[in-house]
């Protein structure tokens, strides 16, 4: 998800981006807890009927499916806050409680979408300035990024001070 907020005078904006994920801790886990009950009853009644191995896979098979819900379901708590003023861009990466913090130049900064090597892959919104470039939105979807990058082009394009850099 991105969101995008510009101040009364449209000299500053700040852009957010949130991954996306529907369920709260407790969905989660009430999702978590009705696969298990459902899975482990139908290969307890086939175990019970002498094809044990079925309850080892429903285990596994159950494993792996919350493990994969439970790193989606992280994903929610990474935010990027982006403040585009006129001298500095302000870009704060949060996970969890972890923080980051990067600064560059407004009028310096160049907004870029790399194609990934490997077709199936998102591409990456990298800003740069200087010796400085921060990917953003790596955790978004490929729309989602391509509006983030829009949005940043957008904002950025006012105070930049190379030409033709967001004509594409």
Do not use: C
């Not at 005078?9 to 852009?15: L, S």
């Not at 989660?28 to 086939?46: R, T």
């Not at 494993?63 to 990027?80: G, M």
């Not at 470039?133 to 989602?144: A, H, K, N, Y």
């Amino acid at each position: 998800m991105v969101l995008t907020w510009q101040s009364s005078d449209k000299k500053k904006a700040r852009i957010l981006a949130r991954g996306n994920f529907s369920l709260d801790a407790g969905g989660l886990l009430n999702l978590l807890l009705a696969l298990a009950v459902v899975s482990l009853s139908l290969a307890g009644l086939l175990a019970w009927q002498g094809y044990w191995p079925v309850l080892l896979i429903a285990v596994i098979q159950l494993a792996l499916v919350a493990w994969i819900l439970i790193r989606a379901w992280q994903r929610t708590w990474v935010s990027e806050v982006i403040e585009i003023g006129e001298d500095r861009i302000s870009v704060t990466h949060q996970r969890h409680h972890k923080k980051r913090r990067y600064e560059l130049v407004t009028a310096w900064t160049v907004v870029e979408l790399k194609q990934p090597d490997i077709a199936w892959y998102s591409p990456r919104v990298i800003i740069r300035s200087g010796k400085t470039q921060v990917e953003l939105g790596s955790f978004l979807t490929s729309e989602e990024r391509l509006q983030l990058r829009e949005q940043l082009q957008s904002a950025i394009r006012k105070h930049s001070a190379i030409k033709g850099a967001f004509d594409s």
